[in-house]
């Protein structure tokens, strides 16, 4: 079963730190397909981040995408208080399933 | 505006049925591969369904094979999620999801168009 791990659960942090948020997979992710949101409570996901290091238009550039094959990262480089969220990580691809990781929780100190 | 608006949650007792309905605008609904993905309280973000532009592919979480289907109705810019013999855990926000560009039938991608989500609460 493939299975995408999240670390850390939870991210304490302070407006203008950096936040990296890690993404860990089972088993190799082909092509890059892996793609990051932003979730917030009452509205529905947000897409920052496609092909692991692609950022959607509209998309500040503190947000970032990194990695390959099981290891994959967002950094926030320095963060907003609108940027305080839940975050996921999701492969997909050319068959199912769709996988999301657990999810990060990012919150202010 | 290109939109997606979810409907039909509700309170329904274990074992009953409920009908989610996707509205889509703004877009050539017909084209696209779409998905239905749900949030439990206090969980994370799970895919349910998904169903090719022409309904001709159609895949499901194990956690909802033979209890839920999904459907759609090209012709009036509608999707569908069936669900049966609904459990506690079944409990979530809903929500329809929409790929950035219309895909070959078997692929389920990441989705850049978001309903606001619809709540389903399954309890006695």
């Known amino acids: 079963e493939f299975v995408l791990t999240q670390s850390p659960g939870t991210l304490s942090l302070s407006p203008g730190e950096r936040a990296p948020l890690s993404c860990r997979a089972s088993q190799t992710i082909d092509s890059n397909y892996l793609a990051w949101y932003q979730h917030k409570p009452g509205q529905p996901p947000r897409l920052l981040i496609y092909?692991?290091?692609k950022r959607v238009s509209g998309i500040p550039d503190r947000f970032s995408g990194s990695g390959s094959g099981t290891d994959f990262t967002l950094t926030i480089s320095r963060l907003e208080p609108e940027d305080f969220a839940v975050y996921y990580c999701?492969?997909?691809?050319?068959?199912?399933?769709?996988?999301f990781g657990q999810g990060t929780r990012l919150e202010i100190k | 505006e290109v939109q997606l608006a979810e409907s039909g949650g509700g309170l329904v007792q274990p074992g009953g049925s409920l009908r989610l309905s996707c509205a889509a605008s703004?877009?050539?609904?017909?084209?696209?591969?779409m998905n239905w993905v749900r949030q439990a309280p206090g969980k994370g973000l799970e895919w349910v369904a998904s169903?090719?532009?022409?309904?001709?592919?159609?895949y499901y979480a194990d956690s909802v094979k033979g209890r839920f289907t999904i459907s759609r109705d090209n012709a009036n810019n509608s999707l569908y999620l069936e669900m049966n013999s609904l459990r506690a855990e079944d409990t979530a926000v809903y929500y329809c999801?929409?790929?950035?560009?219309?895909?070959?039938?078997?692929?389920?991608?990441?989705?850049?168009?978001w309903g606001r989500g619809t709540l389903v609460t399954v309890s006695s």
């Open positions: 999801a929409r790929p950035p560009a219309p895909l070959p039938p078997t692929f389920t991608w990441y989705c850049d168009l």
């Open positions: 092909g692991a290091s």
């Open positions: 999701q492969r997909y691809g050319s068959s199912p399933p769709i996988t």
């Open positions: 703004g877009f050539s609904f017909s084209a696209y591969n």
């Open positions: 169903i090719s532009s022409s309904s001709n592919t159609i």
